[in-house]
């Protein structure tokens, strides 16, 4: 986990081989909050898009590094004091060169808070920036 302690996975639902819905409670008292932003914290848009890439690698057993963002869109504001648990439906598909295609859609109870379509590559080793 990049972020220590920013979330937790309560459910984890593999409906195949290719789709999963997972349950994740979001860490309200995370240092990031605290400046994004101070009073009216709000998730940021890059730490979805880590969680995302962090349950694809646990369901593909690899280390990612994105290659492309076909579509990213986020409809609605996460508020981990209003809104702490997440539910996340992700199709994920590995293609003959390496590739890891993933869609996701981002729930807060019924309300649409994220969809994103990516594509990532395999590698060796998890890169130490």
């Known amino acids: 986990m990049l972020l220590k302690d920013f979330y937790t996975i309560n459910s984890i639902d593999k409906k195949d081989d290719h789709n999963f ?3 994740i409670y979001i860490n309200e008292n995370h240092e990031v909050f605290k400046g994004h932003f101070p009073g009216n914290p709000v998730m940021p848009g890059v730490c979805m898009i880590q969680i995302i890439k ?3 690698e646990q369901f593909t057993k690899s280390f990612l590094i994105m290659q492309t963002l076909a579509s990213v869109k986020f409809t609605a504001l996460i508020n981990p004091f209003v809104t702490p648990e997440l539910r996340l439906e992700l ?10 295609q993933v869609k ?5 109870n019924e309300t649409l808070a994220l969809k994103l379509s990516g594509v990532y590559k395999k590698t060796a080793a998890r890169n130490s920036f």
């Not at 996701?104 to 807060?108: A, S």
Request: glycine share 0%; aromatic share 14%.
């Open 21 to 23: 819905e997972v349950v």
């Open 54 to 56: 962090e349950l694809t």
């Open 91 to 100: 199709s994920i598909v590995i293609t003959d060169d390496y590739l890891v």
């Open 104 to 108: 996701n859609t981002t729930y807060f």
